[in-house]
Nanobody, 124 residues
Framework: QVQLVESGGGLVQAGGSLRLSCAAS????????MEWYRQPPGRQRELVAA???????NYADSVKGRFTISRDFIKNMMYLQMNNLKPEDTAVYYC??????????????????WGQGTQVTVSS
């Protein structure tokens, strides 16, 4: 079984920084992409940042210039460095990844996985 586990959330004042981590474990043959989502209180889950197997990145407009996504391909880890945090960044942050644990008919069988989430609270 594959698991995604987030860590690094917490309470920080506006203008501060946090670094989130996502660890993928279990039987992993390949990871196609990894993403960070967040769900603010009372709102829908939204994509924050994504990184492909080639290292290409993509960010929501609201976090560009403040957040940086990165991956450790050897350790199957993903990170989100969050700087200059704002109260509107308050949310539960989730790790998402498309992972292949087996090969079927000669091709990787991709499955979408989610972590349990980590709370980030930014006080004004």
């Amino acid at each position: 079984q594959v698991q995604l586990v987030e860590s690094g959330g917490g309470l920080v004042q506006a203008g501060g920084s946090l670094r989130l981590s996502c660890a993928a474990s279990g039987r992993i043959i390949s990871i196609k992409y990894m993403e960070w989502y967040r769900q603010p209180p009372g709102r829908q889950r939204e994509l924050v940042a994504a990184i492909t197997s080639d290292g290409d990145t993509n960010y929501a407009d609201s976090v560009k210039g403040r957040f940086t996504i990165s991956r450790d391909f050897i350790k199957n880890m993903m990170y989100l460095q969050m700087n200059n945090l704002k109260p509107e960044d308050t949310a539960v942050y989730y790790c998402n990844a498309e992972i292949a644990s087996e090969v079927l008919a000669g091709s990787p069988y991709w499955v979408d996985y989610w972590g349990q989430g980590t709370q980030v609270t930014v006080s004004s």
